[in-house]
């Protein structure tokens, strides 16, 4: 598995159009936060850099980076989201500094591991020493990913910020990256 990770671009817009439709189609329960680049891709691109600078952010959102892996073939098979902060109630209970997504038809290709080595390595370059991940406990697959990317399981618990039980995991980094064979391209 190759991957590159790009910074969000209007060059891959038929790409992550592509990814959208996959997610209405397959996963339509998970596309809120794509909808906004369905209507206005370019405010959506405008919205992401605003996370990235810290600039206009809307309430409960913090400063944070968004990354796209492509594989071989250009297409995105996962996003990643790395937040500088956990400072919401939500973040800091269930939200935590990394979030991925694996497009609903690439999942099963170990895409997670990359995605989530990615936003480790992001934490890493901007600074953080500690990493908080959490997954639905019953998403079994992002459980063992979280844990085989060196994820270590603080709590399971209830929230009043979700519906279902949440598994917290902790990560403290060093200067080392795990990733596996992911190149990352800041264009």
């Not at 600039?55 to 400063?63: D, E």
């Not at 500690?130 to 844990?147: G, P």
């Not at 060196?150 to 279902?164: A, C, D, N, T, Y």
């Amino acid at each position: 598995m190759s991957l590159i990770v790009v910074k969000p671009n209007s060059s891959h817009r038929q790409a992550f159009l592509r990814m959208l439709d996959d997610y209405l189609m397959n996963d339509p329960d998970n596309v809120g936060g794509y909808a906004l680049a369905a209507t206005n891709f370019e405010k959506y691109l405008r919205s992401l850099e605003d996370e990235e600078t810290g600039f206009n952010l809307l309430p409960g959102i913090v400063a944070g980076s968004h990354r796209w892996l492509l594989d071989s073939a250009g297409e995105i098979v996962a996003v990643v989201r790395t937040r500088y902060t956990i400072d919401t109630p939500f973040l800091n209970s269930v939200g935590g500094h990394i979030g991925y997504d694996v497009a609903p038809s690439q999942r099963g290709k170990r895409y997670s591991i990359a995605a989530l080595s990615a936003g480790l390595d992001e934490a890493r370059r901007v600074g953080l020493d500690r990493v908080m991940v959490c997954a639905d406990a019953e998403n079994t697959r992002s459980c063992r990913t979280i844990e085989r990317c060196g994820g270590v399981l603080e709590m399971e618990f209830l929230s009043e910020h979700w519906p279902i039980p949440v598994r917290r995991y902790w990560f403290e980094l060093s200067g080392t990256s795990d990733a596996p064979n992911v190149q990352s391209h800041h264009r």
